[in-house]
């Protein structure tokens, strides 16, 4: 019965502390700025007047088609051409509607490759690599 009843105790220990190390792994990766938000990959910002990476968006299509920023990057969208069109990430991170004439800046604060196509036109696409860490404590 002793033996039982020790084997029972390890058990439960074993799993209490099975269910902290869970519970802080998720904590950590959480990240953010430090006041319990996570801070997220992409976020949209107002286009600052210099210090972007320029995309345009002329004659159905995103040119140049891949850039290379470091976190914490902005890339901006410019429409030069007569139709309206979105930059949409593949993952659902981003996703902007851009008028004839306007413009749209994002700025991403993860390093990784995110790609991005425009909803209406399906085959202009592009992509984002970022490299770094931010600084945000990634």
Known sequence: M???RAMRESIKVLLITAGLL???AALASCGGGGDGTATPAVQAVTCPASGT????????AFSPTSVAISANGIVKWTNNDVSTHTVTGATGLFDAQVNPGGSVCFQFTRAGTYSYSDTTNPSMAGSVTV???GGYGY
Request: charged fraction near 20%; glycine fraction near 12%.
């Open 22 to 24: 869970i519970i802080l």
């Open 53 to 60: 990476t320029d995309v345009s968006i002329e004659a159905a």
């Open 131 to 133: 490299t770094g860490v």
């Open 2 to 4: 002793k033996g039982v």
